[in-house]
């Protein structure tokens, strides 16, 4: 039994499935794909997968990853990649396979490049926006949980950033925490700028590396 | 594929996987590659239409040929609909995301009454003219088939034309016939009309309805040489049938979310109040070596892990245990599992379950219809009392310890004593679970009662009775509520309100249509579903159309009455409609097919169960 990571591309149409969705989209195509997959022994086994993070509905993933027991040690990796993609549609594709070298719970920094623009309003000054609200040396929003609203301050889980001016769009670089204990939503910080501005934004989302806390790319 | 305008309300919207296809298995053409677009409308949300099988056998079917590219549609959850409206963007195909103006022909499956608001409301929203006759050109053609088609007169004046009967012939013919209608730059008019004379097409506009002073029909005449009477067409060998190999695989979660196979057309059994039950006789087996073939293709080809055997009674299939051996020598190894949905009470044998029960437990549903043994002879369900009780026992003693039970209520000649009998009945099961002896151990039983209001319709023996009244129906589901005593029975019972509505479209006649058009205008959608359903507002539609709902609801017919569907054939002869229905009032029942042959009329298609040697026979 080996575990290994499955990297893959989450875009297009399938960007706008859920993290439910995408779930049972690999399930059936791990079990369309013949893969000698590790299945849960239980009542009704199927394949053995877990993501080290999901990733939010509407946001592309560059370099996503999926965790599986291979039954057999020395199945190849570029077999995995074929097959797998030949049973996957064209917005989930899989570009990577590796062994697991960090725990899926190491994982605790995001980075994402957020596009961002407005029918109304020219790039200069949604750049002087944006700036203005990271200036700010706490972003508190109201953020709903299990025992209602409560008031957080997001400005602490942004590790850092970068904005620039484009044609049609302002683009950010954003580092945020991630991972089971301080996760930051980057629709968080949107939903933020709006509620200073007044403005509802495009924002096109991707994310694209993951990091552990010594800042090491994830692998 | 989506465009940019649709892409922007994606993230405003729930469960926006729904509008942008993209799946596995979604069939993308080159538009300047096909002749003939054809957009296969479901008149419900993505997660209704995307499970049923008519749709996905004609997808593909329709895609099968080269020269047509037939793409999906479906409509729009109300908050998209509404952005959709506010931003002007068109219904759109899932396919190429082509608004539906730019196809050939839009079809609608009709598989319910309470969906044609949907229909009108999808054209409204595809910039498609409603009325039939504003639609001039040979273009857009709009065009229904279904199970509903049986009745086409509450839409008649918005369908140009309904495919009658089963598709997957008479479909591609009209196609066929388009195209060549538009090398030759023919009018739409002539094309309809030469429609027409394809068997199983039903074009309302070649028809001229009269009716007396009571209201009732007085004459039906056709027109410009439309036949007198519009035949059915039905696949008479079903092992030659076309059969998908693939599904279109859905991204987000749908309500039948696994791969279904066809095992057989028609019903052998002839319940009085069950139109699907006349509608495609006679019944057509496939054989196992097909279904098992084409199961293994589709599960190899979807990568679903479960596997619906469809039907219209699993277990009346007349090889059924060779079958599920059959499939369980791969099922098992491949991790697929089985499901057997419509099981007869009397059909659940030790055999079957224990075939069904090898890769996963599902969940157990009876329909015995009727609390009481007399009322379920009315009907003809054949089910006797200690033959529910037999199988709950053996259902229980293999593990089981829920049953959902479903009933009717208003059936004909029903009274309060009937209605009780259908709590008697679910405390009889709750019983029986105690009396297993071997039942599961420390559980208790939940058994869950269902009662919808039955709804008389068309080629069904009980198409002349009249529907209970609203007030009537709340009384019987009081009723039945007030003789429930055990908290182990959960009762459920469907909404008396959209009950009648669907029995006004079910056997309603052309002048509805003026009352459908009322409702598109005011925006009516989703009329099946309760968070948009609003009865008070059809009766102020009614009355300002100055239509009597209750004519076509509540009204016993007489038997010499012409009914507005009496132009179409579907092999059941009225004659034989009525005799039923005479037997139904003196309690006899009617046996099977494979029992006995009671003449109905299907006969005359040459095929099916009416040629198989029967017991009696041999």
Avoid at chain 2, 170 to 189: I, Q, W, Y
Avoid at chain 2, 404 to 427: N, R, S
Avoid at chain 2, 462 to 476: A, G, M
Wanted: with cysteine; charged share 25%.
């Amino acid at each position: 039994m080996k575990n290994v990571r499955i990297w893959f591309k989450k875009d297009y149409e399938c960007r706008y499935i859920s993290h439910l969705d995408l779930n049972r989209a690999m399930l059936r195509a791990l079990h369309k794909s013949k893969i000698p997959i590790w299945h849960t022994e239980g009542f009704n086994p199927h394949p053995f997968a877990t993501f080290p993070l999901p990733l939010s509905l509407g946001f592309r993933g560059v370099n996503e990853c999926m965790d599986v027991k291979l039954e057999d040690d020395n199945y190849s990796f570029e077999e995995i990649i074929t097959r797998l993609n030949a049973c996957l549609p064209r917005g989930i594709q899989v570009f990577k396979v590796t062994e697991a070298v960090m725990k899926a719970g190491k994982v605790a920094f995001a980075d994402f490049t957020i596009r961002l623009s407005h029918p109304t309003t020219s790039t200069k000054t949604i750049l002087a926006q944006v700036q203005a609200l990271f200036d700010k040396e706490a972003i508190v929003i109201e953020k709903r949980s299990k025992r209602g609203l409560k008031e957080v301050d997001i400005r602490q889980g942004i590790r850092s950033y970068e904005i620039r001016e484009c044609f049609d769009f302002v683009e950010m670089h954003l580092v945020l925490s991630a991972g089971s204990s301080d996760n930051l939503n980057p629709n968080l910080i949107i939903a933020a700028l709006e509620r200073e501005t007044g403005l509802e934004y495009d924002a096109d989302i991707t994310r694209n590396d993951l990091y552990n806390s010594d800042f090491e790319l994830f692998r | 594929m989506v465009s940019k305008e649709v892409e922007r309300l994606l993230l405003k919207v729930q469960k926006p996987g729904r509008y942008v296809g993209g799946e596995l298995n979604a069939v993308i053409k080159d538009k300047k590659q096909v002749d003939l677009r054809f957009a296969f409308c479901f008149p419900d949300t993505y997660e209704v239409g995307m499970s049923h099988l008519g749709m996905k056998i004609l997808y593909s079917l329709f895609n099968s040929v080269d020269y047509i590219w037939c793409e999906r549609v479906f409509a729009p959850w109300m908050d998209m609909e509404e952005l959709m409206r506010e931003k002007g963007i068109p219904l759109y195909a899932l396919e190429s995301g082509d608004p539906l103006s730019d196809f050939d022909f839009i079809g609608f499956t009709l598989q319910y009454e309470l969906s044609y608001t949907n229909v009108l409301n999808m054209l409204r929203l595809g910039n498609i003219p409603i009325l039939s006759r504003d639609r001039t050109e040979l273009k857009n053609i709009v065009v229904a088939g279904g199970p509903c088609a049986c009745n086409p007169e509450p839409i008649a004046d918005f369908i140009d034309l309904f495919f009658i009967g089963e598709g997957e012939e008479v479909d591609l013919e009209v196609m066929e016939l388009f195209r060549a209608c538009r090398a030759d730059g023919v009018s739409k008019a002539e094309f309809l009309r030469r429609c027409a004379e394809i068997e199983g097409v039903y074009v309302p506009s070649l028809y001229e309805v009269d009716y007396n002073d009571d209201g009732t029909i007085k004459s039906f005449t056709p027109k410009d040489g439309a036949p007198q009477v519009i035949h059915k067409r039905l696949m008479k060998r079903m092992d030659e049938s076309f059969y998908p190999d693939n599904f279109v695989v859905p991204l987000v979660e749908i309500v039948h979310d696994r791969a279904v196979q066809e095992i057989f057309r028609g019903c052998i059994r002839g319940c009085r109040f069950c139109q699907a039950g006349f509608l495609y006789r006679p019944v057509r087996e496939k054989s196992p070596e097909v279904i098992d073939a084409q199961c293994r293709a589709l599960c190899e080809n979807t990568g679903y892990d479960e596997v619906s055997l469809s039907s219209l009674s699993s277990s009346d299939y007349s090889r059924i245990v060779p079958l599920l051996e059959r499939l369980t020598e791969w099922t098992g190894e491949e991790k697929v599992s089985i499901s057997l949905p419509s099981l007869r009470v009397d059909g659940f044998t030790d055999e079957i379950m224990n075939r069904i029960k090898t890769v996963r437990k599902s969940g157990l549903t009876f329909a015995p219809e009727a609390g009481s043994q007399r009322l379920r002879d009315v009907i003809n369900k054949n089910v006797q009392h200690d033959e529910l009780m037999q199988t709950c026992a053996t259902a229980f003693a293999g593990g089981w310890t829920t049953v959902k039970l479903y009933f009717m209520i208003g059936l004909p000649t029903e009274t309060l004593d009937d209605v009780a009998y259908i709590a008697h009945l679910g405390q009889a099961v709750v019983d029986t679970y105690y009396n297993t002896p071997n039942h599961a151990k420390g559980k208790s039983v939940r058994v869950t009662v269902s009662a919808s209001s039955f709804v008389p319709k068309p080629f069904t023996p009980f198409q002349w009775e009249p529907q209970d009244t609203i007030p009537l129906l709340h009384e019987k589901q009081a009723h039945i509520k007030e003789s429930i005593t055990t908290k182990k029975i959960t009762f459920n019972y469907h909404d008396a309100d959209t009950s009648f509505l669907e029995a006004v479209f079910a056997r309603g006649d052309r002048r509805l249509c003026r009352a459908m058009e009322l409702a598109c205008e005011r925006g009516f959608h989703f009329d099946g579903w309760s968070d948009c359903f609003d009865l008070s507002k059809w009766l102020e539609i009614f009355e300002e159309c100055g239509i009597d709902p209750a004519f076509y609801a509540n009204r016993r017919r007489s038997f010499d009455e012409i009914l507005p569907w009496d132009h179409l054939d579907y092999g059941v002869s009225k004659a034989f409609l009525k005799k039923e229905c005479e037997k139904a009032y003196g309690g006899e029942t009617t046996p099977h097919c494979r029992l006995k042959c009671s003449g109905c009329g299907a006969a005359k298609y040459g095929e099916g169960v009416c040629f198989e040697k029967r017991q009696d026979m041999v």
